[in-house]
């Protein structure tokens, strides 16, 4: 795992295990699940870059294929998909294709 910072962006996780640790770390987390070759996945590694740098949320992202347990855990049915937790807990997903900085922003703070 590789923890996150304004230089290197998201930490990238490998497996439920890490997945559960980084979530445990931090009181609040983002996690985009993506698959490689998606083109909207890949577009969102910019904003996740900013939403980082700009809110107090801890953010990563984890391709879900990487442990296959995880699709059915959080059911995954299209990516990217957003996961939000809250001191442990998930608290929100979103499974909507590419979403700009403020639309994440707003995601965050529903």
Request: hydrophobic share 45%; aromatic share 6%; net charge negative.
């Amino acid at each position: 795992m590789t923890e996150a910072d304004a230089t290197n962006g998201p930490a990238s996780l490998a497996s439920a295990a890490e997945l559960d640790g980084f979530v445990a770390a931090h009181e609040r987390v983002l996690v985009e699940f993506y698959t490689e070759g998606c083109s909207a996945c890949a577009a969102m590694e910019p904003v996740l870059n900013g939403v980082g740098k700009t809110t107090d949320v801890a953010v990563a992202t984890m391709n879900p294929r990487d442990d296959p347990d995880l699709v059915e855990t959080y059911d995954v049915r299209s990516v990217p998909k957003l996961l939000l937790f809250e001191r442990g807990e998930l608290v929100a997903t979103r499974e909507d294709g590419f979403l700009g900085v403020d639309e994440v922003r707003a995601f965050l703070d529903a």
